[in-house]
Every structure is written in structure tokens, then in C-alpha cells.
């Protein structure tokens, strides 16, 4: 198979944030831009409504570093202006909210071409099979009335 040039570039456009949680992932990893193969580089636009939130996520193969390209942005306690940069190491949990009243845009540049992603809830509140409202309700000490309404939620997946 013959390598082109289209193999080496990517066209991101804005991403459509008229969901449940106001945001939208945009990846470029190399599922979706087959010169990054063995590159060990990806990145994402990460789009975000007025209080957008990309919601709490772990990438299990890759750190994270994050510049905010338009807007403001709140990293765990940290407010980003453009400009600003921010850095997640491998595995830690973290979240981008647009804490403005208007559009934001940042790109997250990622150590791996493909760095994956696990949103904490979906894995924990979603997960196929369910895990048991038992350790649910223990490892988080609510009642189970409450894991049974956060497991019956519908889960959005902004990627």
C-alpha cells in the first residue's frame, strides 16, 4: 500500500456542542489520522458551550497537556486563560470546564498515539455488567437508592 499525502493531515472543525454536557471531543489519534502511526503523538479539540464540561476522565497510555485556545477553562482548581497550559500525568483523573459565559476552545496534546480514554462515570455508574450496588454504595458511603438512580442515568459520551 502506497503512503499519500492525506495520511499526514487532518481537517478538525468546530465540534457540535448542543449535547448533556455542553462539550465535544474531537480526536486526532491514529485511528483517525494514520500518519501518527509509531509516532507516539496524538491531540484533541476539545469544544466547550458556555459551562461545558468534559467530564471526569483518565487516558490509561498516555499524559496529557492541555492549552486553551479561546475562552477560559477550570482545571481542577487551576483557571486557564488563553494561552495557559496545563499538564495531566498518565492515569490521573481530570475534567475541563468552561467556567465562562461564552464559547471556549482548547487543544489536549497527548503522549501516545493512542492514549484512550475512560470516563469515570461511565465506567463506574455504567459499566456491562453493573457492578454491585453493594460496593457502589459502600466505596462512595450513599445509600442504595442513590446507586440505583445514578445507574438507571443514561451516560453521554462526549467523544
Not at 58 to 72: M, S
Not at 132 to 157: H, R, V
Amino acid at each position: 500500500m502506497l503512503v499519500v499525502a492525506e495520511d499526514f493531515f487532518k481537517h478538525v472543525d468546530a465540534g457540535n456542542t448542543t449535547n448533556k454536557l455542553g462539550s465535544k471531543v474531537t480526536p486526532v489519534s491514529v485511528n483517525e489520522l494514520f500518519g501518527l502511526n509509531t509516532l507516539g503523538i496524538s491531540l484533541a479539540r476539545i469544544d466547550f458551550a458556555p459551562r461545558g464540561l468534559n467530564p471526569p476522565h483518565i487516558h490509561p497510555r498516555g499524559t496529557e497537556i492541555v492549552i486553551v485556545i479561546n475562552g477560559q477553562n477550570r482545571l481542577f482548581t487551576k483557571v486557564l486563560n488563553k494561552g495557559d497550559v496545563f499538564v495531566f500525568p498518565i492515569g490521573l483523573p481530570h475534567f475541563q470546564l468552561n467556567v465562562g459565559y461564552g464559547n471556549a476552545v482548547a487543544i489536549a496534546a497527548l503522549s501516545s498515539q493512542n492514549a484512550g480514554v475512560i470516563t469515570i462515570a461511565n465506567a463506574v455508574f455504567g459499566s456491562t455488567p453493573p457492578i454491585s450496588d453493594e460496593i457502589l454504595a459502600k466505596a462512595f458511603q450513599i445509600d442504595k437508592n442513590t446507586i440505583d438512580y445514578l445507574q438507571n442515568q443514561f451516560w453521554y459520551d462526549n467523544n
